[in-house]
């Protein structure tokens, strides 16, 4: 498929490349992998991690898979969000709204948000994935 490009940016994501890209562009869209609260270098998510912390790296990681694949603007450019969640409860819910305002502004995507039972990594308790529009 020529016409859509790849993604994987420095540390964690190239570490992933031999499996699955972080990013892809599609036209004037790029679409993420659901990205986690891991150090975007290493990987690393220790076990104590709490949610709200991993939600925060997970924006952090969000922002950085964008400008990597050429969203300059990063969340501004951002018109849809899935996530997952484990738990899915009112600390979690708060804390995407104030990062939401914290990356955004009043800028609103539209959003589906999910709790599920278990997500791709060991220690992960949310995933997150994005498509930002770019011109």
């Known amino acids: 498929m020529s016409h859509l490009t790849y993604f994987n940016y420095p540390g964690f994501g190239e570490q992933m490349a031999d499996m699955y890209s972080q990013a892809v562009r599609v036209g004037d869209r790029i679409e993420l992998a659901g990205q986690g609260g891991w150090d975007p270098t290493t ?3 220790p076990a104590d991690t709490p ?3 991993q939600i925060e790296q997970a924006f952090k990681n969000i ?3 964008l400008r990597h694949a ?3 603007g ?3 450019q951002v018109f849809r969000v899935n996530s997952y ?3 899915l409860d009112d600390s979690v819910l708060a804390k995407m709204k104030a990062e939401f305002e914290k990356w ?3 800028h609103r995507p539209i959003w589906t948000c999910v709790e599920v039972p278990k997500l791709g990594l060991e220690n ?3 995933e997150i994935e994005v498509v930002a529009h770019v011109q």
């Open 43 to 45: 990987g690393a998510l």
């Open 51 to 53: 949610a709200t912390t």
């Open 63 to 65: 922002d950085l898979a």
């Open 70 to 72: 050429g969203a300059s």
């Open 74 to 76: 990063g969340w501004t």
């Open 85 to 87: 969640h484990i738990p």
């Open 104 to 106: 955004m502004g009043t």
């Open 124 to 126: 992960m308790k949310v």
